[in-house]
């Protein structure tokens, strides 16, 4: 199975702030076709998790643009430029180049 | 769009438990859905997959014990959950995916306690 490893597992900041979680892949996500099947889900506490990115790059429908996904292969980033109190809570990349479809183990945003 | 779901509940090792997912304010038979876990505590686990044509995929970990399956004329996902173990202890979503757009709609989730 791909396994993906997200850095950091606990990230602290302040509102206003920007901040990056990275995802790295055991293997290249990228597929025969040319797609990259990539994708960021946020976690507040109590709630289900929401779609934030789809195929790296993508913002999910209303997901705010402060969001944003790149990267390419093995690596990918996710950013927030200009961190609200209401982005806390656990991100999860996917993906589902490869079967079975796996999640990263989760960064926690805190905000200070 | 909603989805619902429903039967959770705690079970001893070895039973069976039938859960459901009722959708509503799009068109159900248009979409593939999942069920994906949570266990207490733990990160997020994919479980199974029927494609709006009824074909089928399931993670290793639950193959042979778990079945999906839906009723298009009900708006309804079912996941059969047969030989439970203390590990398939966890809070069940079910959501929806549509081509390259996976997951953009979730369920609140049900929780499923194995326990003697």
């Known amino acids: 199975d791909v396994v993906l490893t997200q850095t950091p597992s606990t990230l602290s900041a302040t509102i206003g702030q920007s901040v990056s979680i990275s995802c790295r892949s055991s293997q290249s996500l990228l597929d025969s076709a040319g797609n990259t099947y990539l994708y960021w889900y946020l976690q507040r506490p109590g709630q289900s998790p929401q779609l934030l990115i789809y195929l790296v790059s993508n913002l999910g429908s209303g997901v705010p643009n402060r969001f944003s996904g790149s990267g390419s292969g093995t690596d990918f980033t996710l950013k927030i430029s200009g961190v609200e109190a209401e982005d806390l809570g656990v991100y999860y990349c996917?993906?589902?180049?490869?079967?079975?479809?796996?999640f990263g183990s989760g960064t926690k945003l805190e905000i200070k | 769009v909603q989805l619902v779901e429903s039967g959770g509940g705690l079970v001893q090792p070895g039973k069976s438990l039938k859960l459901s997912c009722s959708a509503s304010g799009f068109t159900f038979s248009s979409y593939g859905m999942h069920w994906i876990r949570q266990a207490p505590g733990k990160g997020l686990d994919w479980v199974a997959y029927?494609?709006?044509?009824?074909?089928?995929v399931y993670a290793d970990a639950v193959k042979g014990r778990f079945t999906i399956s839906r009723d298009n004329a009900k708006n309804t996902l079912y996941l059969q959950l047969n030989s439970l173990k203390s590990e398939d202890t966890a809070i069940y979503y079910c959501?929806?995916?549509?081509?390259?757009?996976?997951?953009?709609?979730w369920g609140q989730g049900v929780m499923v306690t194995v326990s003697s």
């Open positions: 959501a929806r995916s549509r081509l390259w757009v996976l997951f953009d709609y």
């Open positions: 996917m993906q589902a180049t490869h079967a079975p479809l796996t």
């Open positions: 029927i494609s709006s044509s009824s074909g089928t």
